[in-house]
């Protein structure tokens, strides 16, 4: 089974600054899906970004961005000018091309924006 | 548009109660649909999947059951709860390449 690896369980930022979160991945697949998702303290699941395996181009959602890194596995997220309301959980996952009836999540990084 | 209606939003049951925890999902058909708990911390467990109507896979083995009565509904159940069901339950839903859709979660506390 794949497997996904959230080295950070807690990161903090101070407001209007940058931040990148570190997410690695195992797959011996060539296709796949792979996802940011932010838990904020309403519990509400809410997809940030997403990038397709086979697309070079990091994928970048306003203030968000990816650095995807294929041959490392490697999917960070970053995010700019963070803001208060950034303040969440962040979960990577995967989620197979072919199969892709089951998303891999990783432990999660609880993220802390200081005023 | 799709919409995904998760409820109750809280719930606070005995041990050995009966558990329905309920999720339907709106403007989509034939759905992927999927049951998460997450305890407190915050790891998220997939406990069912169901790619159709009598379709229906368990991850992990416990005295949790899900049904899939009609193609958008899916249902979380148990017939006698244990401490250790408390948690945060999630449903969502997917289709084709896209990523999850959470429902808004449901609250467990089991006393």
């Known amino acids: 089974a794949q497997t996904v690896t959230q080295s950070q369980p807690e990161m903090s930022v101070q407001e209007a600054e940058t931040v990148t979160l570190s997410c690695t991945y195992d797959t011996s697949e060539s296709d796949y899906y792979l996802f940011w998702y932010k838990q904020p303290p309403s519990r509400q699941m809410i997809l940030v970004i997403r990038?397709?395996?086979?697309?070079?181009q990091n994928a970048t959602e306003n203030r968000f961005s990816v650095n995807f890194q294929k041959a490392a596995k490697s999917f960070s997220l970053k995010i700019s000018d963070s803001q208060l309301g950034d303040a969440a959980m962040y979960f990577c996952?995967?989620?197979?091309?072919?199969?892709?009836?089951?998303?891999?999540f990783g432990t999660g990084t609880s993220l802390t924006v200081i005023p | 548009s799709q919409t995904i209606h998760q409820w109750p939003a809280t719930l606070v049951q005995p041990v050995g109660s009966p558990l329905s925890l309920e999720c339907t999902v709106e403007g989509t058909s034939n759905p992927n649909l999927y049951w998460y708990r997450q305890a407190a911390g915050r790891g998220l467990q997939l406990l069912f999947y169901?790619?159709?109507?009598?379709?229906i896979s368990s991850e992990v083995p416990q005295n949790l059951s899900a049904s899939r009565p009609q193609d958008r509904q899916f249902i979380l159940s148990s017939k006698k709860l244990l401490l250790s069901d408390s948690g945060f339950y999630l449903c969502?839903?997917?289709?084709?390449?896209?990523?999850?859709?959470f429902g808004s979660g449901t609250r467990l506390t089991v006393v």
């Open positions: 990038q397709e395996a086979y697309k070079q």
């Open positions: 996952a995967y989620r197979s091309f072919f199969t892709g009836n089951q998303f891999y």
């Open positions: 169901s790619i159709g109507i009598d379709q």
């Open positions: 969502a839903w997917t289709a084709t390449d896209y990523g999850y859709t």
